[in-house]
């Protein structure tokens, strides 16, 4: 037998509801936003996630599917949805038209990562990106987008931000930090001495207790910005006070990606009780279309984890209702297969969902598996219905029983589903 690979998951049968439920709430804000969806190919050339997610980081060096196809080229699965929406933007000429470009996508990301708590090699993302927009209320309808969308299942996430700055700023503060890491880089660990050099910012990020110890008392980035950034993040602040959305200042809070400026955000659970991982996160970055080589565009965005958000909502006990369901089983009892089957058929073109014997069960057996998928009504037709034109139908939830005028049974079932 060949098993599922390491780090992936089925969509089980009994669990797909939940995704339909989860791309539908998605589907149904980006309506009331007005984004449009976007899908972009699975993989890309290598060179797009090199470039923009950074040389530097933990993706590009450790986490990426990467192959030669039979071609030669170097082509990776994509481990994120940011990098191919930008690529799409650049190569469409979407900057041509009217801005913002406000666009959502649904997608599957494929990190190598070691399958635990919570991490997966093929997991889902929701996200969203506003291009052509660098303002307060650009920034706010980004969080709003993913703060609507938890709360629609009930969730109300703890937003944990913080501002990188314009590029004087994070230019600045690279070298204070510097400054302050530099007397303690021995006792730092190995990958904190290539961020040294590559990407400063990212030693804030490392996971080794020893450099996180050390970083405790870095300087804050927030507390060296200039006047406009520190300007522009008292607004967002203000607003989201205003807006009653929970939030709290995480000097730390760099993410994982090279390209990102301004603005940066996770959201965690508020009472962060459930393991180390952050719901999903985003921020703003004004410079990665044209580093990808488009017209200088400010960008901002989110990624949202669908399998983060359905295993948090269980941890949570936040039970999802499966609406779905058969209004009609058709059981037989005759030899005329014809007549079940146009039966059967005409019933589904009036818009009911109906389910029906495919194994030429007894009557009994056939019962009982329109017990099991919770069949609302079991309409019976055996040689006596179609003799008489009529058809037995069983209430399933009460148990009571007519027989009808078979041309009465759509308009009966109308009425009681
Ligand atoms: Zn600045
Ligand atoms: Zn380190």
Redesign the pocket.
């Known amino acids: 037998m060949i098993n599922i690979c390491k780090g992936t998951k089925d969509i089980l049968p009994k669990d797909s509801y939940k995704w339909d439920i989860v791309r539908d709430q998605a589907r149904l804000l980006a309506k009331k936003y007005n984004l449009k969806e976007i899908s972009t190919p699975v993989f890309e050339s290598t060179d797009l996630f090199v470039r923009s997610d950074g040389e530097s980081s933990d993706i590009v060096n450790k986490e990426m599917y990467t192959f030669l196809d039979k071609g030669g080229r170097s082509i990776t699965l994509k481990p994120e949805g940011t990098a191919g929406v930008v690529r799409s933007y650049i190569e469409n000429g979407f900057g041509n038209d009217i801005l913002p470009v406000k666009l959502y996508y649904i997608t599957p990301c494929y990190r190598y990562e070691k399958p635990q708590a919570g991490r997966l090699r093929e997991h889902h993302q929701f996200g969203v990106e506003i291009f052509g927009a660098n303002s307060l209320a650009s920034d706010i309808e980004v969080l709003s987008i993913a703060i609507d969308f938890y709360r629609s299942f009930g969730i109300d996430p703890l937003v944990r931000l913080n501002f990188l700055g314009c590029d004087e700023c994070k230019s600045n503060y690279k070298q204070v930090l510097k400054n302050f890491v530099e007397p303690h880089l021995p006792q730092?660990?190995d990958?904190?001495h290539v961020r040294f050099q590559t990407n400063p910012l990212r030693l804030l990020d490392?996971k080794?207790t020893v450099?996180q110890d050390i970083l405790k008392n870095a300087p804050s980035i927030t507390d060296n910005l200039c006047d406009n950034c520190k300007h522009k993040f008292n607004d967002i602040i203000k607003m989201l006070t205003s807006l009653n959305i929970k939030y709290e200042l995480d000097t730390k809070l760099v993410r994982g990606l090279d390209y990102y400026t301004d603005l940066v955000f996770e959201f965690w659970d508020s009472d962060l009780s459930l393991g180390k991982n952050a719901l999903g996160g985003g921020g703003r970055y004004d410079k990665l279309v044209s580093e990808l080589g488009g017209k200088p565009t400010p960008v901002i965005g989110f990624g949202i984890g669908i399998e983060r958000l359905l295993g948090y909502l269980e941890a949570k006990n936040i039970e999802l209702k499966d609406e779905t369901r058969v209004d009609v089983y058709v059981a037989s009892n005759t030899e005329d297969e014809n007549y079940v089957i146009r039966f059967v058929n005409s019933l589904r073109k009036k818009g009911f969902n109906v389910d029906s014997d495919l194994l030429n069960r007894s009557l009994k057996s056939q019962f009982k598996y329109a017990d099991k998928i919770k069949a609302k009504y079991v309409l019976v037709i055996g040689d006596d219905e179609i003799n008489e034109n009529k058809i037995s139908i069983k209430n399933m939830e009460t148990g009571e029983q007519i027989k009808i005028w078979s041309n009465d049974v759509a308009e009966y079932l109308k009425q009681n589903v």
């Open positions: 730092m660990c990958d904190c490392c080794s450099c």
